[in-house]
């Protein structure tokens, strides 16, 4: 067994990876050397082609059918196309992050950011994986609020290195998920910063709150943080408008509960915020990435059917 497990490692390690990394620098290569415009519909056309027929439609089909079980199945395959031609241009669209400014990002409530900015206190701003969830933080930057953000290394090392290069125009200061990534936004916090975060995935070891009717596992971090460090949660919603055009709302900070328990007041913002999360995806669940495995009963199914 040990010696399968080390065959296994030397293949993922000289063979594997340095494949998988030829085909992504040779699409990000061919994004890069198109048109913004031309390399988000080409991605977009390739995730409609390409997305269907991967393991994963299933699990975001299965996701969709239980967030919204009365949706008619034409309905169903228009939301699921819609998905993977909005992921195919979030994946083309890492070409070109640096080329999203003002005449491309349409903002709502940029007086909240400019605000948040010019008082020098803590914030916390958070949004979901929404149209282009990247297209956040590179606009904060722009409005001069670069956010403290914490993200997952590919596991593929060379892909990583391209990842990290590509979103330059998030800002330095990124951080690897973890002991450092946790040190990161507290430190970030204590100084009056900004952190971002994405809130809309399950953590097995969260706090079960209600999500299209469901009891669903979410992740407290953004509740405890704020609470801690009486910073204010902003929520910011990215739609894609047409093509590789968004606009940004940015909500104004949530209301903190007050004459509660630490307890009931984490589980009241964490609440607030599915609540929220829940509305912006119903009104454009097609711009939402349902390959979320959201509900732990989903896991059980899969696992029973043989699809976990």
């Given at each position: 067994?040990?010696?399968?497990?080390?065959?296994?490692?030397?293949?993922?390690?000289?063979?594997a990876?340095?494949?998988?990394a030829?085909?992504v620098?040779?699409?990000?290569?061919?994004?890069?050397?198109?048109?913004?415009?031309?390399?988000?519909?080409?991605?977009?056309?390739?995730?409609?082609i390409?997305?269907?027929?991967?393991?994963?439609?299933?699990k975001?089909?299965?996701?969709?059918?239980?967030?919204?079980?009365?949706?008619?199945?034409?309905?169903?395959?228009?939301?699921?196309?819609?998905?993977?031609?909005?992921?195919?241009?979030?994946?083309?669209?890492?070409?070109?992050?640096?080329?999203?400014?003002?005449?491309?990002?349409?903002?709502?409530?940029?007086?909240?950011?400019?605000?948040?900015?010019?008082?020098?206190?803590?914030?916390?701003?958070?949004?979901?994986?929404?149209?282009?969830?990247?297209?956040?933080?590179?606009?904060?930057?722009?409005?001069?609020?670069?956010?403290?953000?914490?993200?997952?290394?590919?596991?593929?090392?060379?892909?990583?290195?391209?990842?990290s290069?590509?979103?330059?125009?998030?800002?330095?200061?990124?951080?690897?998920?973890?002991?450092?990534?946790?040190?990161?936004?507290?430190?970030?916090?204590?100084?009056?910063?900004?952190?971002?975060?994405?809130?809309?995935?399950?953590?097995?070891?969260?706090?079960?709150?209600?999500?299209?009717?469901?009891?669903?596992?979410?992740?407290?971090?953004?509740?405890?943080?704020?609470?801690?460090?009486?910073?204010?949660i902003?929520?910011?919603?990215?739609?894609?408008?047409?093509?590789?055009?968004?606009?940004?709302?940015?909500?104004?900070?949530?209301?903190?509960?007050?004459?509660?328990?630490?307890?009931?007041?984490?589980?009241?913002?964490?609440?607030r915020?599915?609540?929220?999360?829940?509305?912006?995806?119903?009104?454009?669940?097609?711009?939402?990435?349902?390959?979320?495995?959201?509900?732990?009963?989903?896991?059980?199914e899969?696992?029973?059917?043989?699809?976990?």
């Amino acid at each position: 067994m040990r010696r399968k497990t080390a065959a296994a490692r030397r293949f993922k390690k000289w063979v594997a990876y340095p494949l998988q990394a030829l085909l992504v620098y040779a699409l990000y290569g061919l994004f890069r050397i198109l048109p913004t415009d031309t390399a988000s519909a080409v991605g977009g056309w390739m995730g409609r082609i390409i997305g269907p027929c991967l393991l994963a439609h299933e699990k975001a089909r299965r996701t969709l059918v239980t967030a919204m079980p009365d949706l008619p199945v034409a309905e169903q395959a228009r939301i699921l196309a819609g998905m993977w031609d909005n992921l195919g241009r979030v994946l083309a669209e890492y070409a070109h992050l640096g080329e999203f400014g003002p005449e491309r990002v349409e903002v709502i409530g940029a007086e909240i950011l400019e605000k948040i900015h010019a008082e020098g206190q803590p914030v916390l701003v958070i949004s979901g994986h929404f149209a282009n969830w990247e297209v956040i933080p590179v606009t904060s930057v722009r409005y001069g609020l670069e956010p403290q953000l914490v993200y997952r290394p590919a596991n593929n090392p060379y892909v990583d290195r391209l990842l990290s290069r590509v979103r330059q125009p998030m800002g330095k200061r990124l951080a690897r998920k973890g002991t450092e990534g946790a040190r990161s936004v507290q430190a970030a916090l204590k100084s009056g910063q900004a952190v971002g975060m994405m809130v809309d995935q399950k953590h097995n070891k969260g706090v079960a709150v209600p999500f299209f009717g469901r009891e669903a596992m979410t992740a407290p971090a953004v509740a405890l943080l704020a609470l801690h460090h009486k910073a204010p949660i902003v929520m910011v919603r990215c739609e894609r408008l047409e093509g590789a055009h968004f606009r940004l709302t940015v909500c104004p900070p949530l209301a903190m509960p007050e004459g509660m328990t630490r307890e009931e007041s984490v589980k009241d913002i964490l609440v607030r915020i599915n609540r929220q999360l829940e509305e912006w995806i119903r009104e454009r669940p097609e711009q939402w990435l349902w390959l979320h495995r959201r509900w732990s009963e989903m896991k059980q199914e899969e696992e029973r059917d043989g699809h976990g």
